[in-house]
């Protein structure tokens, strides 16, 4: 597995994980998170993130309380360069039952800057259209 794979399920652990400092080490800066609702939010430095924005799991349980953890369903490389990976990341969140509740598909972009991979860009495409009928 290529670095910039491990980057993205690193990050894809860090958010199970709930642990923020771990979470932040997945984290390139400036980091970009847009949802399919139009909320887009641009964070600044890791300090920025700590003080003034909310966390994954956060928002997450903001709609889906029982949420437990997602499952990586399927993660398809998309473009590539040399200091940039564009994934298609499908999952399935999983609730404290054990149950799928809700199957999501995202756009997420891991990036080398000073010599390590990380994420610098996440979109929440929201319920594959297949799936929303």
Do not use: C
């Amino acid at each position: 597995m290529d670095d910039a794979r491990l980057a993205i399920n690193a990050h894809h652990d860090a958010i199970n994980k709930q642990d923020a400092e771990n979470y932040l080490e997945t984290v390139k800066f400036p980091f970009t998170y847009q949802n399919y609702n139009g909320v887009s939010i641009t964070i600044e430095s890791a300090d920025d993130y700590r003080a003034n924005f909310d966390y994954p799991w956060s928002i997450i349980r903001r709609t889906e309380p029982s949420w437990s953890h997602s499952i990586m369903d399927n993660l398809e490389e998309v473009a590539r360069s040399a200091s940039s990976v564009v994934y298609k990341f499908d999952a399935s969140r999983i609730n404290k039952s054990g149950d799928v509740d809700l199957q999501i598909q995202a756009i997420w972009i891991a990036v080398l800057t000073n010599e390590t991979w990380g994420v610098q860009f996440r979109h929440n495409l929201g319920i594959p259209v297949e799936l929303a009928v």
